[in-house]
């Protein structure tokens, strides 16, 4: 199994910053992918930015030039820097990684964590 951890969020005034932090830990093989997603209430989830296990990086279009996400510790931890934040950025926040585990070994399967909230008041 793998498991995520998510921390960092919490109310910020617009124009603000927070850093996401998701860790991933079990029993893993390869992580080939890790990445944040968001949903506001009343809206369907929605890619936030993605890195590879190479550090291949997407991101949506609505934060490219604000967010930045990154690895750590042989890519088992991603963060997600959110510069400049508006409003319409307040979501709950989720880490996702696609990886190989034992149970799953040798398919990739899709984990999420648990969300953080991001909220982007003055």
């Known amino acids: 199994q793998v498991q995520l951890v998510e921390s960092g969020g919490g109310l910020v005034q617009p124009g603000g910053s927070l850093r996401l932090s998701c860790a991933a830990s079990?029993?893993?093989?390869?992580?080939?992918?890790m990445g944040w997603y968001r949903q506001a209430p009343g809206k369907e989830r929605e890619l936030v930015a993605v890195i590879t296990s190479g550090g291949r990086t997407t991101y949506a279009d609505s934060v490219k030039g604000r967010f930045a996400i990154s690895t750590y510790n042989a890519g088992n931890t991603v963060y997600l820097q959110m510069n400049s934040l508006k409003p319409e950025d307040a979501a709950v926040y989720y880490c996702s990684a696609v990886a190989v585990s034992r149970a799953s070994w040798p398919e990739n399967v899709e984990v999420w964590g648990q969300g953080t909230l991001v909220t982007v008041t003055s």
């Open positions: 079990g029993s893993i093989f390869s992580i080939n992918a």
